[in-house]
């Protein structure tokens, strides 16, 4: 017996993603556990663990300051040893730490500016800034008149980190102090890269670099959590002091074992007494219809952003899949109708936690976290939320670097770095001033990729300004391509490159909306300089869009490739991604029959760039998520940059390097590198099972025989089950034989050997044949007795003969014939459409 495409995916899929199981983690040991008791004469040992004194630091720390000055309490005003004494840094002073493993590390510094036993210093008037080489961390600090702990979570990348501390002002009160200090690292997973935005939704990348300060750090309906008790020696405070109405919920504690699963959570993500413990919704059987959230509320600072980390730990149902409910930030939607067990394979008590990120949610600086009950019918109103951390975004600002003492041994490496790094400087800016001037003598405008290329021509050039916008439209041998926009334009347009303006991430760059000066909306793509795609599919972009125009594909406006950036503007489509209307967002549910009408419009792009022009052009990566739709729900499909033009007349294939995106890619491309309009097919073939079944094609939190979705649902199709997994907002309202005629396509589509697969113009036709059988509901009987006509199919055969206009072959309508043992169904459509159509004549 041979192996199928599904026996191979699910191999595929077996060394891909590990296995959901529940599992306890090693204990994480630091590689660099620096603890400093400032001030003191001895060492100090708090909940297990040992701070040493500034007589006893090891070589790896060094002290630089123009004065020493150690402090002691006068009176025990502070329970904790390590603020019953001081250092007194009078001056630009630092510390020095040598870092042995790179990586994400918690910097802690503690302040209390206790009374003195000596009188000699005012710490309760000292001010100052606190920075490492890299990252301001405190601007103008006043510590209060209570002990407090700053802490900072920082990707440390450097060997050697420098704290340094600058007073705000000079003279008798121009001093910094601190009480102790920590410099420790964490696992680098604790920070994921990647974080869901909030308002409006998408997604955040670039996490795992950026500097966080610890805000808050919350243990909802539990006592507080001491250092002791937490793997990475965090605290924990608890949540009553936040809830803005604490009638409205209760505390829950579990007294069973807390689960962790492979791949998500740990112990170090957060302990098991923040995960055995929730806030929930105090419902009863008095309030079970009442309606309402549960919120806490936070003093932030409204120019910030923030990382919210919340978590979550099912302690309250009885049975998995119970508990539904709605996550708030602010009032937007974080997660909406959230079922734990989906995400935890059906297991309950198991850790699991969601990041998001957002900006203050009140102008006044009032960040909100709620809770609430699911709108969905049959879901009793419940919720629960088990912990939460926000953490302040660091902004960047100045830093001071103050030079430790006793590294004079390696002065000669640093000078000899310092000047590598400006004589490389020096070079590079030569560099970029003789390519500019090279450019400048060799064409006028200010291209870096130029000479422009269509169809392996270089005969672009300016026909001069069209709008006031300061741009200008350029044309090649196949008509205008659009505008050239300058970077200023652009950047007006999109009010800065706004991250409140970005409507969507992908593998190019982030895309922002934006409105030109004649108020026209734009959707802007910016390309990422860290992004895997760059000047290849840009140019592919311009130069495919340049020449095939349809209304089924999304227009190309322009571009902007001044000051090295890679921009496209593209006109802009209202209603978002296809993705977005079938899950993970606020947008409306669409009908059957609207989904159909997004299907065939999709199609009619594909089967255009198939067939619209002498070569096809296969576009590589067909999924859900470069399916837009218009104010009118009107389908386009979009994104073009990783399109390849089709084989020769003589060649069945191109061979290339895989590229798409996983779960939609064609096994048989994936397997022999040969690129087909039919890898175009299959990719489209698991678009519609999405619009089928509203769930992402790959989801590794489900059952293992459900993560892939081609392959668990043709298991349904098989069987002639495939109305068992339709998207539940559907069920009842698709017609047997519309649904039958849809499930046939899929799977055709979804054939092993792409010569067994229809041609795009095949499935559009099926496809519209879908709809008129949805739309045929009080005509069934009509439809049963027409399919029954004798002679039927030689006519039928007869009118696929018929070639069409151009002008019909530029609206997306198909040429040739289609397989014959499809052809009665396929045609159905077309011959009767005015039959079958209760408005027809």
């Not at 510390?95 to 009374?115: A, K, N």
């Not at 103008?140 to 705000?168: C, D, G, H, W």
Request: charged residues 20%.
């Amino acid at each position: 017996m041979g192996v199928t495409k599904y026996d191979e995916l699910g191999i595929f899929l077996f060394f891909s993603f590990f296995f959901l199981i529940s599992w306890d983690a090693a204990a994480f040991t630091p590689a660099d556990n620096y603890l400093i008791d400032c001030g003191s004469s001895s060492n100090t040992t708090i909940n297990g663990r040992t701070f040493l004194s500034d007589s006893s630091l090891p070589s790896s720390v060094t002290v630089t300051t123009p004065k020493l000055v150690f402090l002691n309490a006068s009176s025990s005003s502070s329970s904790s040893p390590l603020y019953r004494t001081a250092r007194v840094l009078p001056g630009s002073s630092s510390y020095s730490f040598e870092i042995r493993t790179p990586g994400r590390h918690f910097v802690r510094l503690h302040f209390f500016p206790f009374s003195a036993a000596s009188g000699s210093y005012n710490l309760t008037s000292a001010a100052f800034s606190v920075s490492t080489q890299d990252v301001p961390l405190l601007d103008n600090y006043q510590p209060s008149t209570s002990p407090a702990m700053k802490e900072f979570s920082l990707n440390i990348t450097r060997t050697t980190l420098v704290l340094s501390f600058v007073p705000s002002s000079s003279g008798s009160n121009g001093i910094a102090f601190v009480n102790a200090l920590e410099v420790v690292s964490v696992p680098d997973s604790l920070i994921a890269d990647e974080a869901q935005t909030v308002s409006p939704k998408g997604s955040y990348t670039g996490l795992s670099e950026l500097p966080l300060e610890t805000a808050y750090r919350i243990n909802m309906g539990g006592p507080m959590v001491d250092p002791s008790n937490d793997t990475l020696s965090r605290t924990w405070i608890p949540d009553q002091s936040f809830l803005l109405d604490q009638k409205l919920s209760r505390s829950v504690a579990y007294t069973g074992a807390v689960k962790y699963m492979q791949g998500g959570a740990t112990r170090d993500t957060a302990p098991d007494a923040v995960y055995g413990t929730c806030t929930e919704l105090a419902t009863s059987s008095s309030t079970a219809n009442a309606q309402f959230n549960v919120t806490w509320q936070f003093d932030v600072d409204p120019s910030s952003s923030y990382l919210v980390r919340m978590h979550f730990c099912d302690i309250v149902s009885k049975a998995a899949y119970d508990l539904l409910f709605n996550v708030y930030v602010g009032t937007s939607f974080a997660a909406q109708d959230l079922d734990l067990s989906t995400r935890t394979i059906g297991s309950l008590a198991t850790a699991y936690y969601m990041d998001f990120v957002t900006g203050a949610t009140d102008p006044s600086g009032k960040l909100s976290v709620s809770i609430g009950p699911s709108a969905q019918t049959n879901s009793m109103p419940d919720g629960i939320l088990n912990g939460l951390e926000i953490m302040r975004m660091n902004s960047s600002g100045s830093v001071s670097v103050v030079t430790p003492d006793g590294q004079k041994a390696k002065l000669g490496v640093v000078v000899g770095a310092v000047l590598g790094a400006v004589a490389a400087a020096v070079i590079a800016v030569v560099l970029v001033l003789w390519m500019r001037r090279k450019k400048r003598t060799s064409k006028s405008h200010s291209k870096i990729w130029l000479p422009f290329s269509i169809n392996g021509t270089t005969t672009t050039h300016s026909v001069g300004s069209r709008v006031s916008n300061g741009t200008v439209a350029t044309t090649g041998p196949n008509g205008s391509f659009g505008y050239q926009f300058s970077f200023a334009v652009v950047q007006e347009a999109t009010n800065n490159f706004d991250e409140n303006w970005v409507i969507g991430v992908g593998g190019f760059g982030k895309v922002y909306k934006g409105v030109m000066r004649d108020d026209t909306q734009v959707a802007v793509k910016r390309g990422n300089p860290k992004s895997q795609q760059g000047i290849n599919e840009f140019r592919t972009e311009i130069d495919l869009l340049s020449r095939l125009r349809h209304r089924h594909l999304v227009s190309l406006i322009g571009y902007c490739d001044e000051r090295n950036e890679m921009i496209l503007v593209y006109e802009y489509m209202e209603k978002g991604t296809l993705k977005s209307h079938l899950y993970g967002s606020n947008f409306p549910n669409l009908t059957w029959k609207q989904r159909l009408e997004v299907c065939i419009g999709a199609a009619r792009g594909l089967h255009y760039l198939h067939t619209g022009s002498t070569k096809a052009v296969i576009h590589r990566d067909v999924k859900s998520a470069n399916i837009l739709l218009d104010e009118n729900l009107m389908a386009k499909v979009a994104d073009f940059g990783l399109s390849k033009t089709g084989p020769e007349l003589d060649q069945t294939h191109v061979s290339t390097a895989v590229k798409g995106s996983f779960g939609y890619l064609d096994p048989e491309y994936f397997r022999r590198q040969q690129l087909t309009e039919k890898s175009d097919v299959y990719s489209f073939g698991v678009v519609l099972l999405e619009v089928l079944c509203a769930r992402p094609v790959i989801d590794p939190t489900l059952a293992r025989e459900m993560v892939n979705l081609a392959e668990w649902a043709m298991k349904w199709q098989m069987r002639g089950e495939l109305d068992q997994i339709v998207d539940s907002r559907l069920r009842g309202n698709i017609q047997t034989e519309s649904l039958r005629k849809y499930g046939e396509t899929v799977e055709k589509c979804l054939a092993d050997y792409g010569v067994d697969r229809p041609s795009m113009g095949d499935v559009l036709w099926n496809l519209e044949y879908a709809l008129q059988l949805q739309q045929a509901e009080s005509d069934a009987s009509e439809v049963n007795s027409i399919n029954s006509i004798p002679g039927l199919s030689l006519q039928v055969q007869n009118m696929v003969a018929v070639v069409e206009s151009p002008a019909d072959r530029g609206q997306g309508s198909v040429v040739g014939s289609s397989d014959t043992d499809d052809l009665s169904e396929v045609s159905m459509s077309r011959v009767f459409s005015q039959l079958i159509k209760s408005e027809g004549r």
